[in-house]
DNA sequence: TGTCGACATAATTGAACCCTTAAGCAGCAG
DNA sequence: CTGCTGCTTAAGGGTTCAATTATGTCGACA
């Protein structure tokens, strides 16, 4: 399997036609088609077929298309890649539950960047718990906020608390109502869903079985639909501040909360990671960042604001 | 540049060395050294060098490190994919704007799925209206809602519409108090960033200086600020008709709104889409659909969700 | 200053890659 | 049936890759 295999592949499937994909490289015929051979032997699988009009996928080649295209493009950013890095803002990518990226990943992250004078760049988006370990030790991500990670000592990263706060149960100042099931209804974020989860762990602990959930895209829609009546929603207290303070909200009483729960900033080891997550992952434990922990910002200038997510990987 | 290299490459970094990477592949130290230089030659960048303890990465050589380890990862992963497509549910890939990601796109695609039988899988990703077209044609993904997209015929794209609403303002019942520098502040989801979004076309229409916009992580999260009192925020109608009601929030006339607003969903051309891709895209034209669309659900069961997002590609 | 550990650089060989021309096959219009 | 189009296979050659052994070079350290 060869990178220049993979984007004739790509470009047949594109264009429909071997003959096509041909003429566009400006190569011979058998060439593209050879090179279509090695990849059917390698995968053990035709991947496209002569159909009706044109070259059509099979289903093995649509799979490996949404791979192959990636890895094809990848190469192309390669090479801009290097050549940007002289000058260029250096990036830093931070990965975080979705509570901490809905709340604080941002302004933490736009907080370290003009501190650094603009010469590193923050961006961020969200990954479960278990992922995370992977994605640092494969420098897909330079920091990871969330639970402390140890499991492995051989990936070689290293935890900091940089913050501790306490886990509560929200509901509507009347109290909510019972579901369609006559039974009551928890309501959480993404983080329900990821079984490390300070989230889940209080729901454990509170013996709530998994039918009585509802996921909702976000915190903030959670207890949106908690304020409506809709049901519990567990939230670190002080990020639901504003909405109890106003009345929306109360907090209430259970077995298990408040529950103490404690966020790390991860990374690998400091001597085999950049200056520039290191001084990072230093500036998450300095007063400065504690502050905006405590109490962050509920929006974010557009002027800084990059969307947590670009483009997904699918495959 | 091969992918054995790239592979020699991330692994050195990731062990620190070129000796333990040799021993590692089972390999003679010249042979890694030799796949290091091939790489360095061709970016023209050192890539790593000796540092104090271990070879440390240059500037580029991090830049290259990010996007070869996702090389890596997908070359991987091509195996297992193409062997896996025999039997297993073929997967939907659907991007959409933030605003459709947030209330829409789930629910679809859970409706979809549950309709096919769970032979096909849908999930979802939020991207810029600009990026969709390069996405689809890509086969990044293989269906787009958001605004209809024909720029450029040789993409071979095409769109159907599947909803029409009203775009209006709101803002909390006692009106939105000015912002710190006397003026009034608008509060936008992520699509207010998109220059091509609906809201990005309202808020110009309104003359509104992007000095004045404040943009959430989501649009749920931009009402809570606006019930709060801190501007307005622009909704399609229908999604903010429980806060609406409820007495939250209250829609404000400007010389704007109700603007009328329409979704299309987009594919690569009949003929050249999956059956699947075509099947989804008829679902979203019927009568069922079209009441998901005006009347989605606010959770999702835990059972079906899916975080939109899975890994990012940052490089 | 000499030595040692670790990385870089020859020089070489076998294999794989990528392209070419020539020929073989399927499907389809007339 | 014939011819046409378009994909595939076969055979051959130039180029690059990947691995080896041998040798050079750089930095740390006593």
């Given at each position: 399997?060869t990178l220049?295999?993979?984007?004739?592949?790509?470009?047949?499937?594109?264009?429909?036609?071997?003959?096509?994909?041909a003429?566009?490289?400006?190569?011979s015929?058998?060439?593209?088609?050879q090179?279509?051979?090695?990849?059917?032997h390698h995968?053990g699988?035709?991947?496209?077929?002569?159909?009706?009009?044109?070259?059509?996928l099979?289903?093995?080649?649509?799979?490996?298309?949404?791979?192959?295209?990636?890895?094809?493009a990848?190469?192309?950013?390669?090479?801009s890649a290097?050549q940007?890095?002289?000058g260029?803002?250096?990036?830093l990518r931070?990965v975080?539950?979705?509570?901490?990226?809905e709340?604080v990943?941002?302004?933490l992250?736009?907080?370290?960047?003009?501190?650094?004078?603009?010469?590193?760049?923050v961006?961020?988006g969200?990954?479960a718990?278990?992922?995370?370990?992977?994605?640092?030790?494969?420098r897909?991500?330079?920091?990871?906020?969330?639970?402390p990670?140890?499991s492995?000592?051989?990936?070689?990263?290293?935890?900091t608390?940089?913050?501790?706060?306490?886990?509560?149960?929200l509901?509507?100042p009347?109290?909510p109502?019972?579901?369609?099931?006559?039974?009551?209804?928890?309501?959480v974020?993404?983080?329900?869903?990821?079984?490390?989860?300070?989230?889940?762990?209080?729901?454990?602990?509170?013996?709530?079985?998994s039918?009585?959930?509802?996921?909702?895209?976000?915190?903030?829609?959670a207890?949106?639909?908690?304020?409506?009546?809709?049901?519990?929603a567990p939230?670190v207290?002080?990020?639901?501040?504003?909405?109890?303070?106003?009345g929306?909200?109360?907090?209430?009483?259970?077995?298990?909360?408040?529950?103490?729960?404690?966020?790390?900033?991860?990374?690998?080891?400091?001597?085999?990671?950049?200056?520039?997550t290191?001084?990072?992952?230093?500036?998450?434990?300095?007063?400065?960042?504690?502050?905006?922990l405590?109490a962050?910002?509920?929006g974010?200038?557009?002027?800084?604001?990059?969307?947590p997510?670009?483009?997904?990987?699918?495959?």
């Amino acid at each position: 399997m060869t990178l220049t295999q993979l984007s004739t592949f790509v470009l047949v499937v594109r264009l429909g036609s071997v003959k096509a994909a041909a003429s566009a490289l400006g190569v011979s015929e058998p060439a593209v088609s050879q090179a279509l051979g090695a990849l059917r032997h390698h995968f053990g699988d035709q991947l496209v077929v002569r159909g009706r009009d044109g070259m059509t996928l099979t289903a093995g080649g649509g799979r490996l298309l949404g791979v192959a295209s990636q890895m094809v493009a990848l190469a192309g950013e390669a090479e801009s890649a290097v050549q940007s890095a002289k000058g260029a803002p250096e990036r830093l990518r931070v990965v975080a539950s979705s509570t901490i990226a809905e709340f604080v990943a941002g302004p933490l992250g736009d907080a370290f960047s003009s501190r650094s004078g603009g010469v590193v760049e923050v961006s961020s988006g969200v990954a479960a718990t278990g992922e995370m370990e992977a994605l640092l030790s494969q420098r897909l991500a330079d920091l990871a906020l969330g639970p402390p990670m140890d499991s492995d000592p051989s990936l070689g990263l290293a935890s900091t608390p940089i913050f501790r706060g306490r886990l509560v149960v929200l509901a509507a100042p009347g109290g909510p109502a019972r579901g369609p099931d006559g039974l009551w209804q928890w309501l959480v974020d993404p983080s329900g869903t990821d079984p490390d989860s300070d989230t889940s762990l209080l729901l454990r602990r509170l013996g709530v079985s998994s039918s009585r959930v509802r996921v909702f895209p976000n915190q903030t829609a959670a207890w949106e639909a908690a304020a409506g009546g809709a049901g519990f929603a567990p939230a670190v207290a002080h990020l639901a501040a504003r909405q109890i303070r106003r009345g929306e909200l109360r907090v209430v009483d259970t077995p298990a909360t408040p529950m103490e729960i404690r966020w790390y900033a991860t990374t690998v080891r400091p001597e085999r990671c950049s200056a520039a997550t290191r001084s990072m992952s230093h500036f998450l434990s300095t007063p400065g960042a504690m502050q905006l922990l405590r109490a962050p910002g509920t929006g974010i200038p557009p002027s800084r604001f990059r969307p947590p997510v670009y483009v997904t990987i699918w495959s």
